[in-house]
Nanobody, 123 residues
């Protein structure tokens, strides 16, 4: 089991930036890919970005590429999501997830989830 703890969420104004962190512990050696997803009120959880621990290869939601950036620190077993030029439509709970496979964008490929961190963007 991999334990994931997100942090860094909060209330910001439109145009601001935030960096989310996801610290992984436990059987982290079993995870191959880390991902960020988000869920807005009344909407389904959607893919944001993912990254391979080993190579650092990344994938992004087409609609967010350019504003959001995912990175990882292997020594700290931590994954980050840098979010720039935040807009009210980015308001959501952001979840970190781990996959034991060469997952990319599909929610069902991830089998460990954090509790989420709330990001609220005011206009």
């Amino acid at each position: 089991q991999v334990l994931l703890v997100e942090s860094g969420g909060g209330l910001v104004q439109a145009g601001d930036s935030l960096r989310l962190s996801c610290a992984a512990s436990g059987r982290t050696f079993s995870s191959v890919t880390m991902g960020w997803f988000r869920q807005a009120p009344g909407k389904e959880r959607e893919f944001v970005a993912s990254i391979r621990w080993s190579t650092g290869s990344t994938w992004y939601s087409d609609s967010l590429k350019g504003r959001f950036s995912i990175s990882r620190d292997n020594t700290k077993r931590t994954v980050y999501l840098q979010m720039n030029d935040l807009q009210p439509e980015d308001t959501a709970i952001y979840y970190c997830a781990a996959s034991r496979t060469y997952a990319r964008t599909l929610l069902q490929e991830y089998d460990n989830w954090g509790q989420g961190t709330q990001v609220t963007v005011s206009s």
